[in-house]
């Protein structure tokens, strides 16, 4: 049994975002755009950004991690759906429930007061995400589906 139906949800979902906009209303900063005259066109900037992102061996190397981790994640997440619906059985609100699961890795890792932690962006940068950073992601669907299979017997 589903918690929410299908407009329920999708009035909590709009509900969240205009909690979040109301929320942004609090950010008083305001920009002042650069001169005219300083201003370059978009494109330029990009080729610029990314020249320099390629020329530098660490910031090259965090791109290619970042790009390959989040292509094997999203076909890790279809890949996931299709087994739970079709395998395991489990019901949208079910798969839900065991993929809200997955966040808990991200969490984990925030640097809490007075507790260091192995997400830190304290350490060096060649150790964040590139050589052998606990990847939660991927590993969470598979250990959090159990969860669901409880209420699928």
């Known amino acids: 049994m589903q918690a929410l139906t ?3 949800a999708i009035v909590a979902d709009a509900v969240s975002f205009l909690a979040s906009a109301w929320f ?3 950010i008083s900063h305001a920009e002042t755009p650069p001169p005219a005259a300083e201003r ?3 494109g330029v900037e990009l080729r610029e950004g990314a020249g320099f992102m390629l020329r530098h061996p660490i ?11 989040n292509l094997g994640a999203s076909m890790n997440g279809a890949i996931v759906v299709l087994f739970a619906t079709r395998e395991l059985h489990l019901s949208a609100g079910q798969i839900g429930i065991a ?5 808990i890795g991200g969490v984990e890792q925030l640097p809490w007061p007075g507790r260091p932690s192995a997400g830190s962006c304290r350490r060096h940068p060649r150790q964040f995400g590139v050589r052998g950073e606990p990847r939660a ?3 969470q669907p598979a250990m959090t589906l159990p969860a669901g299979w409880a209420g699928s017997r």
Not at 99 to 103: H, P, T
């Open 99 to 103: 993929l809200s699961f997955s966040g």
């Open 24 to 26: 942004l209303r609090g």
């Open 6 to 8: 299908a407009p329920v």
């Open 40 to 42: 370059r066109r978009i």
């Open 137 to 139: 992601l991927p590993a």
């Open 59 to 69: 910031l090259r190397a965090l791109a290619g991690e970042a790009t390959t981790s």
